[in-house]
């Protein structure tokens, strides 16, 4: 990942620690002493069986690009393709 300014771990699994699923856990922890690590977020996706669609793809590297231009990671925990509260 040398060079990388933004990465996405997609986790397919919850963790147990509610700061993200377990291979964004390991990959956080083996960046953790590089003196320029990339800017990193965590995207939970196909729980219950959803499908992971090209566009939510083609959304996770749009926020990518914009992290890698501004800084700026906004929530680093998210999930993906979960029904919002009341439908």
Same mark, same amino acid.
Not at 3 to 29: I, Q, Y
Not at 67 to 74: C, D, L
């Given at each position: 990942?040398?060079?990388?300014?933004?990465?996405? *771990?997609?986790?397919?699994?919850? =963790?147990?620690?509610?700061?993200? =699923?377990?291979?964004?856990?390991?990959?956080?922890?083996?960046?953790?002493? /590089?003196?320029? +690590?990339?800017? /990193?977020?965590?995207?939970?996706?196909?729980?219950?069986? +959803?499908?992971?669609?090209?566009?939510?793809?083609?959304?996770?590297? *749009?926020? /990518?690009?914009?992290?890698?231009?501004?800084?700026?990671?906004?929530?680093?925990? *998210?999930?993906?393709?979960? +029904?919002?509260?009341?439908?």
């Amino acid at each position: 990942m040398a060079g990388t300014k933004a990465v996405a *771990v997609m986790d397919k699994s919850e =963790g147990f620690s509610a700061n993200g =699923g377990p291979l964004f856990a390991e990959t956080r922890s083996a960046l953790y002493d /590089l003196k320029n +690590r990339p800017y /990193l977020i965590n995207i939970v996706y196909g729980l219950g069986g +959803r499908d992971l669609k090209t566009g939510d793809v083609e959304n996770v590297f *749009v926020r /990518l690009s914009r992290i890698a231009a501004t800084g700026e990671t906004g929530p680093v925990y *998210v999930h993906m393709g979960q +029904r919002e509260r009341g439908r």
